[in-house]
């Protein structure tokens, strides 16, 4: 139990001076992380879109293929990034195994299907809204999409934030392409299951004691801002 | 002004939806300047004609002929409002900047076209208020100003008024002849028949997916020939 108290205030410690080697971690994680999340919105937010409005053959196999993979497992998708950059992968001449653009990669894989399915869900309540008018005017395919995205921007942030959410949490897919090397590839997750395991609890107290604090601030702005958004439109139906 | 699409041939028109027949064997034409309403009980398809005239819905049987020299983009040349405005989540103005762009008005020439229809329909004042806390009346004014913003040659209106407050109601029937004044063709439908006798030149009435009456206002509502719309005038259930 002492041990446990000592490791808790090193860890306190460690963030509160700023520890180096931590905020190397944190500052790749969330490198890492927010990039993959921008990559997977600009893809998943219109596809998401555009399973809503559009009506093709193959669309509701597409959806519930979409659906299936919001639960795809990371270490799957870490095996299916590493073998595909690994040296003898279709895209092994990149080199970018074990560097962060591998986990990148992987994490953008990852969360694209769940931000284009729960995308998906918002927009065809946006859409079923909005159609009779959208037709009624004359407004072409891309154009719809782009206004259900614009108008409906405040719901889908809740999407993105769900993929932020997962990205940052995930460990299976960025350890397995990523290597966990110091100072390279090191995230909060990996760090934290590596320290853990080496039984050096303060730097694993302290990368959870972060990684619960930025997971708090996020779902609190996404908060804020789904009540901001509520109250721009109060009185609608 | 001579027509860009009208007259409207509207020549056997059919619809069907799961297995069961909506609207049969519908003709009727709408020239240009005229202000055609549609009466009919509930399920009679009165809105469902709309529908189909503006292109929302597509025909099972029957045709929708454009008669005029720009028949090929007629969508470019209507509007419509629905009994339930459907307003973008922007403000009023914008609502209908939004509308002129889709129909490829040039930047500069949006900004009068907004002020001015928003003043013919006596909202002027809306212009930078979020459209989606209006009130029902408002927003459905708002509707109507978008629609005269399009400068459409002929206006579909699905019961504009059913849920507005008498008041709100007046309004939407000042704009509704605004526009008429303006040059366009109206063609509505409606439950208020005092509305009915205002503004209609001809009267189609609908019972059951049948085309059952069709007549100037006039001689329909001095002596309606069916059964079925003397049944419906007297206020019986039909």
Redesign the interface.
């Known amino acids: 139990m002492d041990e446990i108290a000592a490791a808790f205030s090193a860890a306190l410690a460690m963030i509160l001076g700023g520890d180096p080697e931590l905020v190397q971690i944190v500052l790749l994680s969330l490198r890492v992380s927010l990039t993959a999340v921008v990559l997977a919105a600009i893809l998943g937010l219109p596809v998401g879109a555009a399973l809503a409005v559009f009506r093709f053959p193959g669309r509701r196999v597409l959806v519930v293929l979409l659906n299936a993979l919001m639960g795809l497992p990371p270490v799957v998708v870490g095996l299916v990034v590493y073998v595909t950059l690994s040296r003898s992968g279709p895209l092994g001449a990149l080199g970018w195994l074990f560097t962060p653009l591998a986990m990148i990669l992987a994490q953008t894989i990852l969360i694209t299907p769940l931000i284009a399915a729960v995308a998906r869900q918002s927009m065809a309540e946006l859409w079923a809204?909005?159609a009779?008018?959208l037709?009624?005017?004359?407004?072409g395919p891309w154009?719809t999409v782009a206004?259900l995205l614009w108008?409906g921007r405040f719901g889908l942030l809740t999407s993105v934030l769900a993929g932020f959410g997962r990205a940052a949490a995930e460990v299976g897919a960025v350890i397995m392409v990523g290597g966990n090397i110091a100072h390279v590839t090191r995230t909060m997750t990996t760090a934290i299951a590596l320290e853990t395991a080496k039984g050096e609890l303060a730097l694993a107290m302290g990368l959870g004691i972060l990684l619960m604090g930025i997971s708090l601030v996020i779902n609190a702005g996404a908060y804020l801002l789904g009540e901001f958004a509520r109250a721009?439109?109060?009185?609608?139906p | 002004m001579t027509p860009a699409i009208l007259p409207l041939e509207v020549r056997d028109l059919g619809f069907s939806a799961g297995g069961k027949s909506l609207l049969r064997g519908l003709s009727f034409q709408a020239a240009p300047g005229r202000r055609i309403v549609l009466l009919g009980p509930n399920g009679a398809g009165k809105s469902l004609t709309l529908r189909l005239c503006h292109g929302l819905e597509r025909p099972s049987a029957g045709r929708i002929v454009w008669q005029g020299p720009r028949a090929a983009d007629a969508k470019l040349h209507q509007a419509m409002v629905f009994q339930r405005p459907i307003l973008l989540r922007r403000s009023a103005a914008a609502n209908i900047d939004y509308a002129l762009k889709v129909r490829g008005v040039p930047r500069g020439e949006r900004a009068p076209r907004i002020e001015a229809a928003l003043a013919q329909v006596g909202v002027a004042a809306l212009a930078d208020r979020p459209a989606r806390v209006l009130s029902g009346g408002e927003r459905q004014l708002l509707a109507l100003a978008r629609a005269a913003a399009l400068r459409p040659e002929i206006l579909f209106l699905d019961e504009p008024t059913a849920s507005l407050a008498p008041a709100a109601a007046r309004r939407v029937e000042q704009a509704v002849a605004a526009i008429h004044a303006a040059g366009a063709t109206i063609v509505m439908t409606t439950h208020d028949l005092g509305q009915a006798r205002r503004l209609a030149d001809e009267v189609l009435f609908l019972h059951d997916g049948n085309l059952v009456e069709h007549g100037s206002a006039t001689a329909f509502f001095a002596a309606p020939q069916s059964a079925e719309a003397r049944a419906y005038m007297k206020g019986e259930l039909l």
């Open positions: 809204e909005y009779d008018e037709r009624s005017l004359g407004v154009r206004t108008d721009r439109e109060a009185g609608a």
